[in-house]
């Protein structure tokens, strides 16, 4: 049996980290909600500072959310045929570059990798 004391500091141990959504519409937010239920998903006009950015490129410049964070892990995700778009997140250095397909199936994962210490 679990004592109060150890459920409480459990909860209090749980990382929670704020995640900037960046170009990201509303139907695909929901789903990393979903994903993420542990997190803070926020948008640029949030008070708390990013852990962790993740930015739709076709639908933002990859160099300006680069130069926006750069000390901020930031992912980017595009539809498998936006190649252009990829090599932009790429060469705007971002620490990760996926397809939006990819991203749905390794969201949790992908945020623990690049928030822990």
């Not at 004592?3 to 409480?8: D, N, T």
């Not at 749980?14 to 948008?43: A, C, M, N, Y």
């Not at 000390?71 to 620490?95: C, E, M, S, W, Y």
Request: net charge negative.
């Amino acid at each position: 049996m679990t004592s109060a004391g150890s459920v409480r500091n459990a909860c209090y141990n749980r990382v929670v980290s704020t995640i900037l959504l960046v170009g990201v519409d509303l139907f695909f937010r929901g789903k990393l909600e979903g994903l993420l239920p542990d997190h803070r998903l926020v948008t640029s006009d949030s008070a708390y500072a990013p852990d962790l950015v993740i930015c739709d490129i076709a639908r933002v410049e990859p160099q300006e959310v680069a130069d926006a964070w750069p000390d901020v892990p930031i992912v980017g995700f595009t539809n498998h045929t936006d190649k252009a778009g990829l090599q932009r997140a790429h060469a705007a250095g971002f620490d990760q570059v996926i397809v939006k397909s990819a991203l749905m199936e390794r969201a949790a994962s992908l945020v623990a990798e690049l928030v822990s210490d």
